[in-house]
């Protein structure tokens, strides 16, 4: 059900004054004696040019009559049932902040987004050459696979950072984030970007959804789950959404929260079900996130299986590459491979 802005700003509002094709009002947000509030073109949003202040339906109800995302939510049409809530946490924060609905971002100019094409494609091959071998490892330890790598048009920096390109709807890169290996702070962003609601994908309507923290969480959570719920990381902090983000979260069947399990997670976590109300706190069943969970469930299947000595005696340590084949820990890639070995998703070991 889409909602007319302009006749929802018409009943708090007045008429307005024409101007062209477009219709101003006086801004209730700030002083002012000439209106410079507006709606756009496709009649989706309002923005004041006098204050900056902008949103969709939901948020004009927000910000105009005070209401909750709930009612206003409600208001416009979009009715939403909280099901019960399911949480293993005995620590839950009782007082999580409200969320502040903001804006969502606008895209990076397009001198910006064109450098960023060059700037990813440059670290894409660096990572997968000979001076990329560290951070490459780096990736295969976290558990990504070469193919996931790829598919997300992971980096290597000229500084030794591994970049981490993130794109909107129509495949244009809008920012990105680099991870630094030797120096801190461990993430900075390349200067000019900007984030979109969510990281890899945006939540499909009537579909799952699984929320966890950070890129790698996202693209490792992703590999394992398969395309059967949508997993994605957000643009940004619990607490202040954008409202088409929270939308975007509302649309879904059921979105599972599995942030950190920490404090910091659990705060979250409450935060985010003050607005999601079709929402579930979930936790990982081993460590506190996805990096960590299935990091444990892959150690835990190297030291169930009966390993060989690498071909040339140098060692007995094996880390995990690419299609879950196992490799030498001192000859790594460039040396033995011990091919008869494939560990698959629910932890089994089979012979080939």
Same mark, same amino acid.
């Given at each position: 059900?889409?909602? $007319?802005?302009?006749?929802?700003?018409?009943?708090?509002?007045?008429?307005?004054?024409?101007?062209?094709?477009?219709?101003?009002?006086?801004?209730?947000?700030?002083?002012?004696?000439?209106?410079?509030? @507006?709606?756009?073109?496709?009649?989706? !949003?309002?923005?004041?040019?006098? =204050?900056?202040?902008?949103?969709?339906?939901?948020?004009?109800?927000?910000?105009?009559?005070?209401? #909750?995302?709930?009612?206003?939510?409600?208001?416009?049409?979009?009715?939403? *049932? !909280?099901?019960?809530?399911?949480?293993?946490?005995?620590?839950?924060?009782?007082?999580?902040?409200?969320?502040?609905?903001?804006?969502?971002?606008?895209?990076?100019?397009?001198?910006?987004?064109?450098?960023?094409?060059?700037?990813?494609?440059?670290?894409? @091959?660096?990572?997968?050459?000979?001076?990329?071998?560290?951070?490459?490892?780096?990736?295969?330890?976290?558990?990504? @696979?070469?193919? #996931?790598?790829?598919?997300?048009?992971?980096?290597? #920096?000229?500084?030794?950072?591994?970049?981490?390109?993130?794109?909107?709807?129509?495949?244009?890169?809008?920012?990105?984030?680099?991870?630094?290996?030797?120096?801190?702070?461990?993430?900075?962003?390349?200067?000019?970007?900007? !984030?979109?609601?969510?990281?890899?994908?945006?939540?499909?309507?009537?579909?799952?959804?699984?929320?966890?923290?950070?890129?790698?969480?996202?693209?490792?959570?992703?590999?394992?789950?398969? *395309? =059967?719920?949508?997993? =994605? @990381?957000?643009?940004?902090?619990? $607490?202040?959404?954008?409202?088409?983000?929270?939308?975007?979260?509302?649309?879904?069947?059921?979105?599972?929260?599995? #942030?950190?399990?920490?404090?910091?997670?659990?705060?979250?976590?409450?935060?985010?079900?003050?607005?999601?109300?079709?929402?579930?706190?979930?936790?990982?069943?081993?460590?506190?996130?996805?990096?960590?969970?299935?990091?444990?469930?892959?150690?835990?299947?190297?030291?169930?299986?009966?390993?060989?000595?690498?071909?040339?005696?140098?060692?007995?340590?094996?880390?995990?590459?690419?299609?879950?084949?196992?490799?030498?820990?001192?000859?790594?890639?460039?040396?033995?491979?011990?091919?008869?070995?494939?560990?698959?998703?629910?932890?089994?070991?089979?012979?080939?």
């Amino acid at each position: 059900m889409q909602t $007319d802005l302009q006749s929802l700003i018409e009943n708090d509002l007045g008429p307005g004054r024409r101007s062209g094709n477009r219709t101003f009002w006086i801004c209730p947000f700030h002083e002012e004696k000439s209106g410079s509030l @507006t709606v756009t073109p496709d009649g989706e !949003r309002y923005k004041c040019f006098g =204050c900056g202040k902008s949103g969709d339906a939901i948020a004009w109800l927000m910000d105009r009559h005070s209401l #909750t995302f709930r009612d206003a939510a409600d208001r416009v049409g979009k009715v939403l *049932d !909280r099901p019960k809530k399911l949480s293993l946490n005995s620590d839950a924060v009782n007082s999580p902040p409200q969320p502040r609905f903001k804006a969502a971002s606008t895209p990076p100019e397009a001198d910006w987004r064109d450098k960023a094409i060059t700037i990813i494609k440059q670290a894409e @091959t660096r990572l997968h050459s000979r001076d990329g071998f560290d951070a490459l490892n780096y990736l295969f330890l976290r558990g990504l @696979t070469l193919d #996931t790598i790829k598919a997300g048009h992971l980096g290597l #920096t000229a500084d030794g950072g591994i970049s981490i390109p993130w794109f909107d709807a129509s495949g244009t890169p809008v920012f990105i984030q680099v991870r630094q290996l030797r120096k801190l702070p461990k993430y900075k962003a390349i200067p000019g970007g900007k !984030r979109v609601d969510f990281y890899p994908r945006r939540p499909r309507p009537g579909r799952p959804c699984l929320i966890v923290e950070g890129e790698f969480d996202a693209l490792l959570a992703a590999q394992d789950i398969g *395309d =059967c719920i949508d997993v =994605c @990381t957000l643009g940004g902090a619990a $607490d202040s959404l954008s409202s088409s983000a929270a939308m975007a979260l509302c649309s879904a069947s059921v979105v599972l929260i599995a #942030t950190d399990s920490d404090k910091a997670g659990d705060l979250a976590a409450e935060t985010l079900r003050n607005v999601v109300l079709n929402s579930i706190r979930v936790l990982w069943p081993v460590g506190k996130d996805a990096t960590e969970c299935f990091g444990l469930r892959r150690t835990l299947r190297v030291m169930q299986a009966d390993l060989p000595r690498c071909s040339a005696g140098k060692c007995d340590s094996w880390w995990i590459g690419d299609k879950g084949r196992l490799h030498c820990g001192v000859c790594r890639p460039y040396g033995d491979a011990y091919e008869g070995i494939v560990l698959l998703a629910d932890g089994a070991v089979v012979e080939r």
